[in-house]
């Protein structure tokens, strides 16, 4: 008896405006699972913001991982996000490679909207892709995707057929599991869309659209998805499961009408995660 699930999550802590840690951590935690946060960096604030002040971590990462190895620590999945230099690639790929019976999830985050965040170089973008590599699943939004793919981002709405061969193509890379957020299909609407290479199922979820963008709004997306894969759902209950608590967040952030760095405000929505749902909005792409 394990008692509870164990992550360690690999990426920063920012003070204001809900992302990465801040985010992962109150959800995974909602859903009865174990955070070990492994902070790459500590921001004053996300770097949307117009100032921050930020401490590099990268010379932690190194040390935290001997002292995980040397006490024999085990965890049942290793994740990462946000990074901050091309060297904590290398740190990621070395706690990838000390837990090879963990469940490895690599959210390539690079950027949104079709633009890669203000700090990530051409070289950490192209470096992103040997962490895709070693993943069994990997959560890019499309703009990351396209990234991955070396693809222009598309204009406007792809068909299925284009949907499924990014999929198929982004699977090549490395990872069982391809979560592709915000893509809007030609069949009308925003869609999250996924591929099971194990069992070769394809399967997408109608986003209700909001016309509205928060910050650490993938973050919370993947960490739900992960916490629903370790508690054992299939794929599309698991990206049902993170689309609805998303959208959730999304819509009550809506309706106070915040500015989007603030993030999303999950405070009062744990509980939905902690009651565990039967879903079933899926259908095969
Ligand atoms: O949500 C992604 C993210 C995480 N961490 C930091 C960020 C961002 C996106 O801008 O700036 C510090």
């Known amino acids: 008896m394990t008692g509870c699930k164990r992550v360690a999550a690999i990426q920063d802590i920012s003070g204001l405006g809900r992302c990465s840690l801040t985010v992962v951590i109150p959800v995974l935690s909602a859903m009865g699972i174990q955070v ?3 902070p790459t960096a500590v921001l004053s604030a996300h770097t949307g913001y ?12 190194k040390p ?3 002292h995980y190895k040397k006490m024999n620590t085990e965890f049942d999945c290793v994740y990462s996000g946000f990074l901050a230099s091309s060297e904590q690639i290398d740190h990621c790929l070395e706690f990838f490679a000390a837990y090879p019976n963990a469940l490895k999830v690599v959210d390539p985050v690079m950027g949104d ?4 965040y203000a700090t990530y170089t051409k070289e950490l973008c192209s470096r992103m892709s040997e962490l895709v590599a070693v993943a069994d699943i990997i959560t890019p939004n499309l703009t990351e995707a396209a990234i ?5 981002y598309p204009a406007g709405a792809m068909t299925n057929s284009e949907a499924k061969s990014w999929l198929v193509k982004l699977s090549k890379q490395g990872a069982k599991i391809v979560v592709i957020t915000s893509v809007q299909l030609a069949d009308g609407g925003m869609h999250t869309i996924g591929y099971d290479k194990e069992n070769n199922s394809f399967w997408k979820i109608k986003n209700n659209y909001v016309p509205a963008h928060y910050s650490g709004t993938g973050d919370m997306f993947a960490s739900v998805l992960i916490g629903s894969v370790l508690k054992g759902d299939s794929l599309p209950i698991a990206m049902n499961r ?8 999304v819509r009550t952030t809506y309706s106070y009408q915040r500015h989007w760095t603030e993030g999303l405000m999950l405070e009062g929505q744990l509980p939905w995660l902690i009651s565990y749902q039967e879903l079933g909005d899926y259908t095969n792409l």
């Open 50 to 61: 117009s100032e921050f002040v930020m401490r590099d971590l990268t010379d932690f990462m």
């Open 242 to 249: 993170a689309t609805a608590f998303t959208e959730l967040n």
């Open 36 to 38: 070990c946060p492994v």
């Open 113 to 116: 909207d079709g633009k890669a």
């Open 148 to 152: 991955l793919l070396g693809e222009e």
């Open 64 to 66: 935290a991982l001997n």
